[in-house]
């Protein structure tokens, strides 16, 4: 079963605004991870966020979490078309193994 | 970009024949994973390994088995292969378990079964 769900599952935007998704999941977490997929190509980690952490920046991106609702978001800003990819993140459950939510597809146009 | 390479990268077979997978990595990591992706299921765990020999099952390990002789190879191994195993298949590292380190993955092994 998923931990993690992402929402929206597609996002469509313009180059130059702002992308958000969302990720929910069910279980008490020790970390959240968030991962890019672009087509054809392997998952590559884009942030971590322990339990504790409520918010985190790497360039234009920033991670919230909030352990009392158990979900998390991601936000690009300033969107470019080489974003273009398909999001994930992903949880443990308090076990070796990493959870990974359904994704979002995200296409950003020029 | 952190050293796994997965081979081979493409392969086409037929139902009832067996398939390996080999992952192999250059970083002396200890945690090695098996995922398959398909659409509408995100990445799903297949088996993983937390140091030589030692291996453990994932959600959907029925029909895969694994072998880890050495620290830098990962074998998956579907004994008959089923149409229902036509699937990407991904591999991937990590320092440690779960969440706490990133998970560094291959390019992924696109297989068919005929």
């Known amino acids: 079963s998923q931990q993690g769900e992402e929402d929206p599952q597609a996002l469509s935007i313009q180059e130059g605004e702002n992308a958000t998704m969302n990720c929910s999941y069910k279980?008490?977490?020790?970390?959240l991870q968030w991962y890019r997929q672009n087509s054809g190509r392997g998952l590559v980690h884009l942030i971590l966020?322990?339990?504790?952490?409520r918010e985190k920046h790497s360039g234009r991106l920033r991670v919230t979490l909030d352990t009392s609702k158990k979900s998390s978001s991601l936000l690009i800003t300033a969107s470019r078309a080489a974003d273009t990819a398909s999001y994930f993140c992903?949880?443990?459950?308090?076990?070796?193994?990493?959870?990974f939510g359904t994704g979002t597809r995200l296409q950003v146009f020029p | 970009d952190a050293g796994i390479t997965q081979s081979p990268r493409h392969k086409v077979t037929e139902t009832g024949t067996p398939v390996t997978l080999r992952c192999h990595q250059t970083?002396?990591?200890?945690?090695m994973y098996w995922y398959r992706q398909d659409p509408g299921h995100g990445l799903r765990l297949i088996h993983y390994?937390?140091?030589?020999?030692?291996?453990d099952k994932g959600e959907v390990s029925d029909g895969y088995s694994v072998s880890r002789s050495k620290t830098e190879d990962f074998l998956l191994t579907l004994e008959s292969a089923t149409s229902s195993q036509t699937s990407v298949y991904f591999c991937?590292?990590?320092?440690?378990?779960?969440?706490?380190?990133?998970?560094?993955f291959g390019d992924g092994t696109r297989l068919s079964i005929l």
């Open positions: 991937a590292i990590s320092g440690t378990g779960g969440a706490g380190q990133p998970q560094h």
């Open positions: 279980t008490s977490i020790n970390n």
């Open positions: 966020i322990r339990s504790n952490e």
């Open positions: 992903a949880t443990d459950d308090n076990t070796d193994k990493l959870i």
């Open positions: 970083e002396n990591h200890r945690y």
């Open positions: 390994s937390y140091g030589v020999k030692d291996t």
